[in-house]
């Protein structure tokens, strides 16, 4: 009676925690039948397994030789490499091919053992897998991973943390001189989106830096820079597109102990203007407008007044400066915008500039709040890089109503 073999599946089964300890072992399962489909009768058979570097002539890799191998229900299930000798000590960073001998014919054609099979013991990890390493010199990397996928979710590096405290990805860099980097992601992608601590892109919805922190506390991000000479940056975010975009956007607010800059082009080369700061929080317009008889009445843009709040409690704060001599003016405010009056019943057709001030709204109520994050920041205060147990100061401004 002629017999068939028919492979069910081929899966890799690999454990441990480091490459040394990965079993470098295929569980193999598959069926045999007769030419109309019923399966052989149980006992044992006579099987052999080689490995080839191709799917046809080539040269054999690693060879079973015959084995006694167990079927029932026509079933049999081997693991190539453990309890079929000898151990696989192929490294699986080629294509590789399986054939099947069984009572002695051969079973074709040889069945490729596809990436996917073998991906884990390729690079010595499984899922939640630990890495520990380091390098001390030379350009070898503890870990590399890349991505050269265009679209759909694939991911060089994923990092998640679902602890309160703790790293999805962390890396330190100590080098004096030179570049170094914790954590070096590269996405050069010219569609969808890429994810990385450094990616630069011209199209497509690219971050140079994105994290997200679902925690009560925490951190996402951290970046420190402390250069004895020149400059230094903590976290660059960098954004080529041509359609707008941001190098840096952030959620859930943003504060820091240094000024706040833009960086323009002028005569002199990059030059730095800083932001204004104020104890709570405004939105603000400007605009121009002149008097028709000593009156004038501006309505604010109202996609403005969307994002601010106007009422009894927090009423608009307006400025005007007088562009054109007159008696002096007045302000009367309401819910949507403002009148401009000329004083003594003034008459004139004056022109003149504005400046509102209101709240932003869902944030009435914030002013001169205590920052307890900042407790610890060196630039704050550099004794701390000095000495220690400044809790007792902090608490005392506390108590004191510095908050």
Known sequence: MRKSILVLFVFLIAAGVTRAEIPQEISYQGKVTDTSGIPVPDGSYIMRFRIYNAASGGSVLWD???????????????NLGGDIAPPITLDFTQDYW??????????????????????????????GTEVIGSVTTGTDAVFKATNTALSST???????????????????ATASTGYAYGGLFESQSSDGRALGAWAVSSTGNTYGLY????????????????????????????NNSTDGGFGVYYSGGLAGSGSKSCVVRTSQGPTLLYCQES??????????????????????????L???????IHPMNVFIQLLDDCKGTFVRTNATGF?????????????????V???????????????????SDTCLYPELREKEGMEAKFEGARMSGNQ
């Open 339 to 355: 009148e401009v009056n000329e004083v003594e019943d003034g008459t004139s057709n004056a022109r003149f500039a504005y400046r």
């Open 98 to 127: 399986l054939l099947v001998t069984f009572d002695g014919v051969n079973q074709f054609p040889r069945q490729q053992l596809t990436s996917a099979s073998y991906a884990y013991m390729a690079s010595g990890l499984v899922p």
């Open 211 to 238: 994290a997200l922190v679902s925690s009560l506390s925490g951190r996402a991000v951290y970046g420190s820079a402390q250069p004895t000479v020149g400059y230094s940056i903590g976290v660059w975010g960098n």
């Open 306 to 312: 969307e994002t601010v709040t106007v009422d009894d």
């Open 64 to 78: 079973s030789g015959n084995q006694s191998v167990s079927l029932t229900g026509g079933i049999f299930d081997v």
């Open 154 to 172: 694939v991911y060089g590096v994923h990092g998640e943390c679902a602890s309160t405290s703790g790293f999805g990805v962390y890396g330190t």
């Open 357 to 375: 001030v209101a709240k932003r709204k869902g944030f009435e109520a914030k002013r001169l709040d205590y920052c307890k994050v900042a407790e």
């Open 279 to 304: 104890t709570e929080c405004w939105f603000e317009d400007f605009g121009r407008g002149q008097l028709v008889n000593g009156r004038a009445r501006i309505e604010l843009s109202p996609l403005f």
